[in-house]
């Protein structure tokens, strides 16, 4: 009898691992084909005349793109550049694509944009004018969140003065906390380093769309 249960229990241990197995192929089909999907609405995105948030058309001269996995989610952001965007606009953007369509989550002016592509999806961005303004927000893969702030101003002889800092809801924080609190924003990430010019994304055509949109990994 214990000879015959004992074979029952293997017979059902290697049924379950088989459907572990197929399930487990099941899911790597599914998210090859959502990848994919991914893939063709940016495509589709870049090469149809679609209005940007600069009131340009994604068609027009001197638009640029890139595509990064912001998040570690296995699926990629796409980020556009305008040279024509204003300070005001921003001249770098982020778009992702949410349940089926490719959205517009925030813009930046490119004084200096850094993308750190970690799990948390840790985005630095820095904005200068009669003193400084410096971001640090998260991606949670549906928006852009901005988790702290620094604000400084430069005195006459342009040394920095007494800097301010801010979590998401206005407070002040320590500085001690501050640093703390972005160290750890900052954890194992891969650093993309976006600044005037966009010098490391590609002009919108269909060249560079076949080889930087459908042939990426």
């Known amino acids: 009898m214990n000879g015959i249960k004992f074979r029952k229990r293997k017979v059902v ?5 088989i459907i572990m197995v197929n399930q487990l192929f099941a899911i790597q089909k599914i998210y090859a084909v959502e990848k994919n999907d991914v893939k063709v609405a940016y495509r589709e995105f870049l090469s149809e005349q679609n209005l940007l948030w ?6 027009d001269e001197g638009i640029k793109f890139r595509l990064e996995d912001l998040n570690k989610d296995g699926k990629q952001e796409l980020l556009i550049y305008d ?8 001249q770098l953007a982020v778009y992702a694509y949410i349940n089926g369509k490719v959205k517009y989550m925030a813009s930046y002016p490119l004084w200096k944009v850094t993308f ?14 009669d003193g400084y303004e410096k971001r640090y927000q998260v991606y949670t893969g549906k928006k852009i969140k901005t988790k702290f702030s620094c ?7 342009m ?3 007494v800097e301010s800092y801010y979590d998401s809801k206005g ?26 010019g966009a010098n490391n994304m590609y002009l919108n055509n269909k060249d560079n769309c076949d080889k930087y949109i459908l042939s990426k990994k």
């Open 54 to 59: 600069t009131n340009r058309y994604t068609t």
């Open 171 to 196: 407070n002040n924080v320590s500085k001690k906390t501050f640093k703390n609190q972005i160290r750890k924003l900052k954890k194992k990430g891969k650093k993309l380093t976006i600044s005037e």
């Open 151 to 157: 604000q400084g101003f430069y005195d006459q002889s």
């Open 83 to 90: 040279e024509c965007g204003s300070n005001a606009t921003g």
């Open 13 to 17: 241990l290697f049924m379950l691992v």
């Open 116 to 129: 750190y592509r970690n799990k948390v999806g840790f985005v630095y961005s820095e904005i200068y004018r």
């Open 159 to 161: 040394k920095k003065a």
